[in-house]
T-cell receptor
Framework: IAGITQAPTSQILAAGRRMTLRCTQD?????MYWYRQDLGLGLRLIHY???????GKGEVPDGYSVSRANTDDFPLTLASAVPSQTSVYFC?????????????FGPGTRLTVL | GQNIDQPTEMTATEGAIVQINCTYQ??????LFWYQQHAGEAPTFLSY??LDGLEEKGRFSSFLSRSKGYSYLLLKELQMKDSASYLC??????????WGAGTKLIIKP
């Protein structure tokens, strides 16, 4: 059982380029999330999806878009990357069916925008 | 606004006990989580509190006081592998997690 996988592991990107970060989970979880983690700051929610076919905006959605065509996949797209989007990006998922509703994280993608 | 406060860094000795505090001010409260994150890795779930009191899980315990907006994570019999960042997160009225910046715990022999 892989849990949650993310690709790529790391990427260096020129400003202005388009980039899609991939996230796949095999736990049949309903909910999925995208966070960014920057030094000295807590994890910040970018976008989320409570179930396939629906998405919502988190705390820092500007410059990012997501889609949730099926249960397993939740790609994050940067339409035109800017240096301030340099960060570590984590995808997470949760069952969405229990009071605890623990989130489980993928290994992360380290993105550098030059 | 919503705010989660944790100490930035703490140092402790192998075999000792350490308490990591977390205070929060959020719009609503639907549970508090502690996660462990080793450098360069993903956060992993440690504990969940939704009612006041202490939850014990092996060497780790977590305490919650909702009236004080306060939690702590207690780590006993510290081991070198416990060197990591510890993240406190509160689930707010929208059922979204609000995260603290994390406490980096350094364990010395």
């Amino acid at each position: 059982i892989a849990g949650i996988t993310q690709a790529p592991t790391s990427q260096i990107l020129a400003a202005g380029r388009r980039m899609t970060l991939r996230c796949t989970q095999d736990m049949r979880h309903n909910a999925m999330y995208w966070y960014r983690q920057d030094l000295g700051l807590g994890l910040r929610l970018i976008h989320y999806s409570n179930t396939a076919g629906t998405t919502g905006k988190g705390e820092v959605p500007d410059g990012y878009s997501v889609s949730r065509a099926n249960t397993d996949d939740f790609p994050l797209t940067l339409a035109s990357a800017v240096p301030s989007q340099t960060s570590v990006y984590f995808c997470a998922s949760s069952a969405g069916t229990s009071d605890t509703d623990t989130q489980y994280f993928g290994p992360g993608t380290r993105l550098t925008v030059l | 606004g919503q705010n989660i406060d944790q100490p930035t860094e703490m140092t402790a000795t192998e075999g000792a006990i350490v308490q990591i505090n977390c205070t929060y001010q959020t719009s609503g409260f639907n549970g508090l989580f502690w996660y462990q994150q080793h450098a360069g890795e993903a956060p992993t779930f440690l504990s969940y509190n939704v009612l006041d009191g202490l939850e014990e899980k092996g060497r780790f315990s977590s305490f919650l006081s909702r009236s004080k907006g306060y939690s702590y994570l207690l780590l006993k019999e510290l081991q070198m592998k416990d060197s990591a960042s510890y993240l406190c997160a509160v689930r707010d009225s929208n059922y979204q997690l609000i995260w603290g910046a994390g406490t980096k715990l350094i364990i010395k022999p």
